[in-house]
């Protein structure tokens, strides 16, 4: 009973360990840029 209960602490804290590295490294997107694009207001009028 003492073993199943360690493997299963063992295993929280290794998914708590994996979701904490998970949300810190998770997002690494490329940083956002300016893009623009001329718009031409005046068509068909």
Known sequence: MVR???TVVALVVLALAGLAGYAYFGDMSAPPKEVRSPVD???GY
């Open 41 to 43: 207001v005046n068509v």
């Open 4 to 6: 199943i209960l360690k």
